[in-house]
């Protein structure tokens, strides 16, 4: 970052301003320009436009099997905030918190006087759109810790996976969506306000967080001058990362409490793995498997049956790690069966639902052949966790 | 390492190589003792791989629609590889391509009960299963 550039944001030379008294188009080439937004405020930015936009189409759009991106989206979005926090508190005039952010009574004077068009023009953040940035990066970081306990409780992994149930993951899944549409509103507030100040002041906003000036105008509202510290800034933010980045890699490294099973029981894997998936035990309850293996004599219109001795003990295995015994997803959303056909998964509402959007002629493919057969898919769907990001429906099951 | 005991070692891998899709892999004690139990059983003294063949390839009424023959996951060849209804490989059933099938007497009476009974809704006889053997011993 350039020292020089920050340091020179304000006040420029007064032999300079008199052009600003003439009328003023905006695509006057004499205008004289300052520079506000210094190169850290607009790549973060356009980085955290970036992310977010990233965040917001594989959360709402392309759903759970981007989770990895998503993931990856709100990291950086994280990172990105916390270092415009630290540069809030470090970085020049036009960065600081302290430069932009308005009391009650000043914000509320700043809309009364803009109903009244009467208002001043601040070359900073207003401060209505102070506020906006502070609401911004606020619901970034909500996001970003609603989103770590989801990815705990619900994934089983993450920072969180040793702290949070399925039921809070689950729970605060919703208050996730709930502050991500938030975060939809207050960018449509954020783009409308930007719009709003670019005709009511006559300058392109969008572009000023480009070349980063703007003009220069007599009776501008500026923020008190503040030499940036860009060194220790991003001695701060290395070693906050730094810092954080251990914590999380700790946290993540904690055991996991109510996983499913690991390896699979040998003589399970092959008796049930000789005609279909081995599927894992945490699946169903084991009230359900009970009934299962009572009936292997007729087990989805196949004769199955196993001498008394393997049968039970099969079943004793399968009960000791029902789903009564884990935390996963799939051991909960499997958990409502379907009354006329207890003993299938692909018959539950969850796999329904979940499956509406594949087309037959994927299930009937080579490759996968019968819905069945998770794995064709599911690339961990033995070890009963079936996360999202490790589903890859084959290419040639999709011509 | 010097030049002799490589050539020594050459020849032998070589030897090993050539010398391994000579062996016979129909002879095998343990299957010929399922069979010889199938021949008390049935209270003959020879099963004839053509009526096994032919069993081996009828459709057979009785047992569940979705499954009328031996050839519906096993394929009409069963030198090939098979799939069961859901799609999981099955090894070829023929003893050329598989010299471990028929040798665990266990698994054997295991898949005749379930799969006599899928496909004809019934147990099979000695007689049948002594034939499908010497049937899938043949080829």
């Known amino acids: 970052m350039d020292d020089a550039e920050m340091q020179l944001t304000f006040p420029m030379p007064t032999n300079r301003t008199t052009i600003a008294n003439k009328p003023m188009p905006s695509t006057d080439r004499n205008m004289t320009t300052r520079p506000v937004w210094d190169l850290f405020i607009r790549s973060f930015h356009w980085l955290l436009v970036t992310a977010i936009t990233i965040g917001a189409v594989t959360g709402f759009i392309l759903g759970p099997t981007w989770l990895r991106m998503h993931l990856i989206a709100g990291t950086i979005a994280v990172v990105l905030v916390v270092a415009r926090i630290i540069w809030g508190f470090s970085g020049g005039s036009f960065a600081r918190f302290a430069g932009f952010v308005a009391g009650p009574r000043e914000t509320l004077r700043h809309l009364a006087e803009l109903r009244r068009a009467s208002a001043p023009r601040h070359v900073g953040h207003n401060p209505a759109g102070g506020w906006m940035i502070l609401f911004l990066l606020g619901m970034i970081l909500l996001l970003a810790i609603t989103g770590t306990t989801v990815l705990g409780g619900v994934f089983k992994t993450g920072p969180l996976g040793f702290a949070v149930s399925y039921d809070l993951g689950s729970a605060v899944n919703k208050v996730h969506k709930l502050l991500a549409w938030g975060l939809l509103g207050l960018i449509a507030l954020h783009i409308a306000g930007a719009i709003y100040e670019s005709l009511r002041t006559r300058e392109n906003l969008p572009l000023t967080m480009i070349t980063g000036r703007k003009q220069a105008r007599p009776g501008d509202h500026l923020p008190p001058s503040r030499a940036a510290h860009p060194r220790s800034a991003a001695l701060i933010m290395l070693a906050g990362g730094a810092l954080g980045t251990a914590i999380g890699l700790a946290l993540a490294q904690k055991p996991v409490p109510h996983l499913p099973i690991t390896p699979l029981d040998p003589t399970y894997a092959q008796e049930c793995g000789d005609c279909h998936i081995p599927f894992h035990p945490s699946l169903m309850s084991a009230q359900r498997w009970r009934m299962l293996m009572a009936s292997l004599d007729s087990h989805f219109g196949e004769d199955a049956s196993l001498d008394e001795e393997t049968r039970k003990k099969l079943e004793d295995w399968m009960v000791a790690h029902a789903a009564e015994t884990v935390d996963t997803k799939p051991a909960h959303v499997f958990a409502q069966a379907n009354p006329e056909n207890p003993i299938s998964l692909t018959a539950t509402p969850f796999w329904k639902t979940t499956h509406k959007a594949i087309p037959d002629k994927v299930f009937k493919s080579k490759p996968v052949f019968a819905r069945t057969n998770c794995a064709a898919c599911h690339k961990d769907a033995e070890t009963g966790m079936f996360y999202p990001s490790n589903i890859e429906i084959p290419a040639e099951a999709q011509k | ?139």
């Open chain 2, 1 to 139: 390492m010097k030049l002799f005991p490589n050539l020594i070692l050459s020849g032998t891998l070589l030897a090993v190589a050539l010398g391994a899709p000579i062996q016979p892999a129909q002879a095998d004690p343990a299957r010929d003792a399922i069979i010889a139990q199938f021949k008390a059983q049935a209270g003959v003294s020879s099963f004839s791989a053509a009526r096994g063949k032919k069993f081996f390839h009828a459709k057979h009424a009785g047992g569940k629609p979705e499954t009328p023959s031996c050839t519906t996951c096993h394929t009409n060849d069963p030198r090939n590889f098979g799939k069961t209804r859901v799609g999981k490989v099955i090894d070829p059933m023929a003893v050329s391509r598989n010299p471990q099938r028929f040798t665990d007497p266990k698994k054997v009476a295991k898949w005749f009960r379930r799969n006599c009974k899928t496909v004809l809704g019934r147990e099979c006889t000695a007689q049948e299963k002594g034939d499908i053997l010497t049937y899938l011993s043949s080829i």
